[in-house]
């Protein structure tokens, strides 16, 4: 019996699953009470709209209703219009799903849904009334009315018994990114790498990154103050620094091990007081300041800087100062965000490269799943006109509503097979109600009671991840298909004609994405390896300052896309970080390359040249190549030029920026004279394939 408690959903889930069981009666009771033609849909919308967080509901009934009332006046618009023309229509209705979908796309916050509801909502709308256009007004009309009763019942409830907030669900993701965060942090410090370890923590920290960002679009919903939402971004911002800073700082370290074991004494008793410093889960200015001013103490002189082994340690430190800058604001935030502190935030951590996050879009990749999506529809809709079925159109409605729910995953066809799967099992659900339940009840109490046991129980599990889409699509499609209405009017054979198109319409979704989206996870981590290389091409040609910050945050961001696929496919995910600080050192240099003149300018601009011409032979290689040896004579001449030129500030930063790119670009050039043959490599490059 422990074993069976302790398998069933906690207390909260069961009154969840109560509470919107009871909104979804409420919305089919006001509605058969208004005699609306589809009561039922008021209903289903309900189990749409509801989450157990006020946040999504409130941001999701706005995003829907402002979806339907779009997608709604599209179908009283088009219809009247094109219904004399039938392959006309089925084109137009086509493309209006695509260019929503697509546009709903390069959103990655909850405003999406409303552009890809009103996609699929204009064949929701306009296909079923194709041989009775007169009707489509009152169709429209129904359905928005029917759609905002539930969304105003669902919001309500939700809002009034017992709502529960996801700022705190915020906070334990923050939490969870933190903890990951410092035990990776602690590896690197304490030169205890372990591949496997590494990678795991890697990925649950990009995994915390990543959900994040709808959290926070849904934040403002529930009454979060703007500072605490400002708040919100501003560490997600600078979470995605962290793992190229320390990426960085493990090569920095490294070399100093292998090319300068003397200085390694000198580097051992700040490495162990950050460590120190970083258990500690506070953010005491006075314990940073500290620390700041033993790293300082330790920095070379300028002069000394022209030997190789000094340089290295003070890239060493410069890089380890990011990462005690950088961990210090992350810190503070989210003492800030805890703490719902409305005083302006002040950073530590200050880089010119530091923007607001621009999420980088594969509009190609978008533009292909939109187009296979428009053509779907075409070919379901003229196989539905060839066929002359009747109840056809349902068909194309669930295939258009299937591809534009999937379309944004790199294998939609599993998410599709379990969409008709628990499609399905609605009609099977939904037939048992209708010709055996129904027909005993007498009244609205005896629905109530019919329905109880099990859109609770199935409701309940909706909160759990795992079960959320088949029990979700069963309770929606469950009560759609039993057309709940003021009379009882069942007849087996029209029931099973109109709810079979659903999923065979599915199962027609399923087989073209089969077959036009064969692809994976592996196309989608190869296009972003070849982004990343065009990006790094791209930076060798004139741009501006702001042009290049909006690349640098570009790179971050695709670095968080990357990562998960790659490691998807078994590939290193290392080598994405190299090429990530690649692309950072070279905007470095590119920033403060204008502040020096003359040979060094010339040589500045030469490595930009080379590095570039090196990932454009690598591009079209098709993989990625040796770096070129003249590249590293580039950047050790480029090195001894600077002496003497410019100021102090950009002659370190500039200094910084070189070894940086070095290290990043041309692994182990530091150590491999030195170190003996059998000794591995550091992780990150093993030599593992793109």
């Known amino acids: 019996m422990n074993g069976f408690f302790s398998g069933m959903p906690p207390a909260r889930d069961w009154f969840y699953g109560i509470r919107t069981f009871a909104a979804s009666m409420i919305a089919l009771y006001i509605a058969?009470?208004?005699?609306?033609?589809?009561?039922?849909?008021?209903?289903?919308?309900?189990?749409?709209?509801?989450?157990?967080?006020?946040?999504?509901?409130?941001?999701?009934?706005?995003?829907?209703?402002?979806?339907?009332?779009?997608?709604?006046?599209?179908?009283?618009?088009?219809?009247?219009?094109?219904?004399?023309?039938?392959y006309v229509l089925v084109v137009v209705v086509a493309l209006w799903t695509g260019i929503l979908l697509?546009?709903?796309?390069?959103?990655?916050?909850?405003?999406?849904?409303?552009?890809?509801?009103a996609g699929y909502t204009l064949p929701l709308i306009a296909l079923p009334v194709v041989d009775n256009p007169l009707a489509v007004w009152d169709v429209a009309e129904a359905r928005t009315e029917e759609i905002f009763l539930g969304i105003a019942v669902a919001a309500v409830v939700g809002a009034m018994f017992w709502p529960r907030r996801l700022a705190p669900v915020f906070n334990d993701a923050v939490g969870k990114w933190f903890?990951?965060?410092?035990?990776?942090?602690?590896?690197?410090?304490?030169?205890?790498?372990?591949?496997?370890?590494?990678?795991?923590?890697?990925m649950a920290m990009v995994g915390s990154f990543n959900s994040l960002e709808l959290m926070i679009g849904q934040l403002p919903h529930e009454g979060a103050r703007p500072q605490t939402v400002r708040n919100t971004k501003e560490l997600r911002g600078r979470m995605i620094h962290l793992l190229p800073v320390i990426d960085a700082l493990d090569d920095a370290l490294y070399a100093l091990e292998r090319r300068t074991p003397e200085l390694v004494e000198k580097f051992a008793p700040l490495l162990a007081a950050t460590s120190d410093w970083l258990g500690h889960k506070d953010a005491d200015p006075d314990r940073w300041q500290a620390l700041k001013d033993r790293l300082e103490a330790l920095?070379?002189?300028?002069?000394?800087?022209?030997?190789?082994?000094?340089?290295?340690f003070s890239n060493a430190l410069y890089r380890l100062g990011e990462f005690i800058d950088l961990w210090q604001d992350c810190r503070s935030l989210q003492d800030a965000i805890l703490c719902e502190r409305q005083d302006s935030w002040r950073a530590v951590y200050r880089h010119w490269r530091l923007g607001r996050l621009t999420p980088f879009l594969d509009r190609g990749l978008m533009a292909y799943s939109v187009a296979s999506t428009i053509l779907a529809i075409i070919v379901a809709s003229v196989l539905w006109i060839l066929l002359g079925w009747t109840d056809g159109g349902s068909a194309v409605i669930l295939a258009a509503v299937a591809c534009s729910f999937f379309a944004s995953m790199d294998d939609p066809a599993p998410q599709i097979y379990r969409f008709f799967f628990w499609t399905g099992m609605s009609v099977l659900f939904a037939s048992l109600y209708l010709f055996l339940v129904l027909p005993n009840l007498h009244d609205f109490p005896m629905l109530v009671l019919a329905f109880a046991v099990p859109f609770i129980c199935v409701g309940t599990l909706t909160v759990q991840p795992r079960f959320y889409l088949g029990m979700l699509l069963t309770l929606v499609n469950t009560s759609s298909f039993i057309s709940i209405s003021g009379a009882y009017d069942a007849d087996f054979f029209a029931f099973v004609n109109s709810n079979l198109a659903g999923p065979m319409g599915l199962l027609f979704a399923f087989i073209w994405t089969l077959v036009a989206r064969p692809f994976g996870a592996e196309l989608a981590a190869k296009r972003l390896t070849r982004f990343s290389w065009k990006d790094i091409v791209e930076l060798s040609e004139p741009a501006t300052l702001a042009e290049h910050r909006q690349l640098g945050v570009q790179v971050l961001d695709r670095l968080m896309q990357h990562l998960p696929r790659l490691a998807l496919t078994g590939q290193d995910t290392g080598i994405a970080l190299r090429e990530v600080r690649v692309a950072l050192n070279l905007l470095d240099l590119l920033a403060y390359t204008p502040r020096v003149q003359g040979v060094p300018h010339a040589l500045l601009r030469q490595v930009v040249a080379e590095v570039g011409d090196y990932f454009r032979a690598c591009l079209k290689a098709g993989e990625r190549l040796p770096a070129p040896s003249p590249l590293l004579m580039t950047m050790d001449r480029t090195r001894r030029a600077l002496h003497g030129h410019g100021d102090d500030e950009t002659r370190l930063h500039l200094l910084h920026a070189l070894s940086g790119l070095r290290l990043a670009l041309l692994p182990g050039v530091e150590f491999l004279g030195n170190a003996e043959p059998e000794e591995p490599l550091p992780h990150g490059i093993d030599g593992a394939p793109l």
């Open 32 to 86: 058969l009470l208004m005699q609306m033609p589809r009561p039922y849909w008021a209903m289903a919308t309900v189990y749409i709209v509801s989450s157990p967080f006020l946040g999504p509901t409130s941001s999701k009934a706005l995003y829907r209703a402002a979806g339907t009332f779009l997608g709604a006046a599209a179908a009283v618009l088009f219809v009247p219009m094109f219904v004399q023309s039938p």
């Open 102 to 117: 697509f546009l709903s796309l390069h959103l990655r916050t909850a405003n999406n849904y409303a552009l890809m509801l």
């Open 179 to 202: 903890s990951d965060a410092s035990t990776y942090s602690l590896r690197f410090l304490n030169r205890d790498v372990r591949p496997e370890e590494v990678t795991a923590l890697r």
């Open 299 to 312: 920095q070379p002189s300028f002069e000394a800087l022209e030997e190789r082994k000094q340089l290295l």
